[in-house]
């Protein structure tokens, strides 16, 4: 009973502090208020995909008014715009399939074909992170040869990245609440094909909302891993709303600890807010950024 009182009690302490952080603001020497300014030590980035209902062109002027350096998951004909912003694009889409991905050598040309394409615009724009996946387990793939798949498959479009000096990031996903059947769904999976490919133009996008439904144990994981992974996302869990104090994981802490390993990588929210609409929505943003500003 203490300790479940002593849960509650910091979790009432921390939503005491989220709601004050969200809505610090400093007075400028014309008067007016502005956000107070973000710590420094994580780089932040928002998914788009998130916040369908926030027009792009204030998307992106709320970003920038509160310090969030990157909008991503986007394609090339948003660029212009995030860059008129002063924005950078963390991590790209590929326009390619969760399902139909690398583990299945049939795929294989087509991806090729996409991701050659992709590379050098990636490159061209000035970004440095292009997403992969691994695809679906299913037929009755078994994951070693799912893994032999996406090592040869990969390492197909692997010199073209390193030559234009992008890096390919593949998703570890759920396979049991959200992506039945995704293969790339346990960090140990994703952490075997970076060590077969061998190059650091190649690595994981750990998502922690996905990882704390596999496997949990985040912390620990981050640590003993951090080489491989090349950027991070958020959500809350359960539900993948706000990461708040109405879900299980302290995001805190798991901030902290990324931070401590050195990474200088982004950090992309990527929670649903509970209420879409635009004016909810930013405010849900600024207090997750908040609560992750560590």
């Not at 998914?47 to 204030?58: A, D, I, L, T, Y």
């Not at 991905?101 to 087509?110: A, L, Q, S, T, V």
């Not at 440095?128 to 798949?149: A, Q, V, Y």
């Not at 750990?206 to 704390?212: F, N, S, T, V």
Request: with cysteine.
């Amino acid at each position: 009973m203490t300790a479940r009182l002593t849960r509650r009690s910091a979790l009432g302490t921390l939503a005491g502090t989220v709601a004050a952080a969200s809505l610090s603001t400093r007075v400028t020497a014309a008067g007016q208020d502005s956000p107070a300014p973000l710590k420094g030590n994580i780089n932040h980035s928002v998914s788009r995909w998130c916040f369908g209902k926030v027009p792009m062109e204030e998307l992106c002027a709320f970003c920038k008014k509160i310090g969030i350096k990157s909008i991503e998951l986007l394609g090339p004909k948003d660029f212009p715009i995030i860059k008129q912003f002063g924005l950078t694009c963390a991590m790209v889409s590929s326009g390619t399939s969760l399902t139909s991905g690398f583990n299945k050598r049939e795929n294989h040309d087509g991806l090729v074909a996409k991701y050659e394409e992709m590379i050098p615009i990636v490159a061209e724009a000035g970004f440095k992170n292009l997403i992969c996946f691994s695809g679906n387990r299913e037929p009755g793939l078994d994951d070693e040869t799912g893994l032999k798949n996406c090592e040869v498959g990969i390492k197909r479009i692997l010199g073209l990245a390193e030559k234009h000096k992008v890096i390919l990031v593949m998703e570890l996903l759920n396979s049991k609440v959200n992506h039945k059947d995704y293969m790339c769904d346990h960090t140990a999976w994703g952490v075997e094909l970076c060590k077969r490919i061998g190059s650091e133009n190649f690595k994981l996008l750990y998502d922690i909302y996905h990882m704390q439904i596999m496997e949990g144990d985040l912390i620990r994981t981050i640590r003993e891993n951090i080489q491989y992974i090349g950027h991070f996302h958020t959500g809350g869990n359960p539900g993948r709303h706000e990461i708040d104090e109405t879900q299980e994981i302290y995001y805190p802490a798991v901030m902290r600890a990324i931070v401590e390993t050195g990474y200088t990588g982004f950090v992309g929210q990527e929670f649903v807010p509970s209420n879409p609409e635009p004016a909810a929505a930013l405010a849900s943003l600024e207090k997750c950024i908040r609560i992750c500003d560590v």
